[in-house]
């Protein structure tokens, strides 16, 4: 999978998921006056509520009237909501030009994962011609503002490299993994156990790669899983632990990792019958963290 399509595949998935915040319910009629009043929160949230039908009528023109009156008015959130909305045709026909002018606007008023999105649109040549130093100072200033997506996003192009513009860094890509999973990125806390389990960009140290990996494991990334059950299989750093690295490897398995599937295949009858009924055990009580 190419760079250029790991990002385009991370805005599809990602980024127009994010901007309005439903997950409490507030009062219709409550949310109406204060909307009626100028509250643009309210005008926002409201404008979400008859864009979904939630608790409303659904209404897709009064939705986004509602949510461009908070956006007028500087919200933010409204803002970058409009440039995911019309980046990717939500709920109106998609119009680059517009996505691109409310993402600009909300970068301009704070948000932390506008000018990543902006930034992604050169980095693809999506509706602009592609400018690659362009969007790479764009994504710094989300990573700057604290976007663990943007990070995360930096950290894979350093980490790769693209094209013959952007050499390969990966010590620059560990800052940037860094960056994002201490903010509890599970991919970031992948790529940052395979840099140390590999020794790229930083000295190799097992035990660090198997404090990342175990965080990223636990929130279900099944390379982590993989290669967290390598470390229990080897004993590096850690002391050999059939049980603990053939749960690992099950669970890797469940979530389509081939290769994990094949050490499954492979191991259940060479270990000890005790240690695979303790591993399928602790497999099935595996709760994966949100």
Do not use: C
């Not at 509602?66 to 008015?73: G, R």
């Not at 409009?82 to 606007?105: E, F, I, Q």
């Not at 690295?245 to 990792?257: C, D, P, Q, T």
């Amino acid at each position: 999978m190419t760079l250029m399509r790991i990002i385009l595949l991370f805005l599809l998935m990602v980024l127009p998921a994010q901007g309005q915040e439903q997950d409490q319910d507030y009062d219709v009629d409550e949310l109406s006056a204060a909307a009626d009043a100028g509250d643009t929160n309210a005008q926002f949230i409201l404008g979400g509520y008859y864009l979904m039908g939630r608790s409303v009528d659904k209404d897709i023109a009064k939705g986004i009237k509602l949510t461009e009156e908070a956006a007028n008015a500087s919200n933010e959130r409204a803002q970058y909501f409009l440039g995911n909305n019309y980046a990717y045709g939500t709920y109106t026909p998609v119009d680059t030009y517009a996505a691109m002018m409310w993402y600009k606007k909300a970068g301009e008023n704070g948000h932390i994962h506008a000018d990543f999105a902006l930034g992604a649109m050169f980095f693809n040549g999506v509706g602009v011609d592609l400018d690659l130093e362009t969007a790479i100072e764009m994504m710094e200033v989300s990573a700057n503002r604290g976007s663990d997506h943007a990070n995360h996003q930096l950290g894979i192009v350093y980490y790769y490299g693209h094209t013959d513009q952007i050499d390969r860094d990966q010590e620059k890509a560990f800052k940037y993994f860094m960056a994002a999973a201490e903010k509890g990125h599970a991919d970031a806390a992948y790529f940052l156990g395979e840099q140390y389990y590999y020794g790229y960009g930083i000295t190799r140290n097992f035990e660090n790669a198997r404090e990342w990996f175990t965080k990223a494991a636990n929130k279900g990334i099944a390379d982590a899983q993989l290669l967290l059950g390598n470390i229990y299989f080897n004993g590096d750093g850690t002391k050999e632990d059939p049980v603990e690295s053939y749960k690992w490897y099950i669970l890797s398995a469940e979530r389509g990792n081939q290769t994990a599937q094949s050490y499954v295949d492979e191991l259940k009858d060479k270990l000890d019958p005790v240690d695979l009924t303790l591993a399928r055990a602790a497999a099935d009580a595996f709760v994966e963290e949100k």
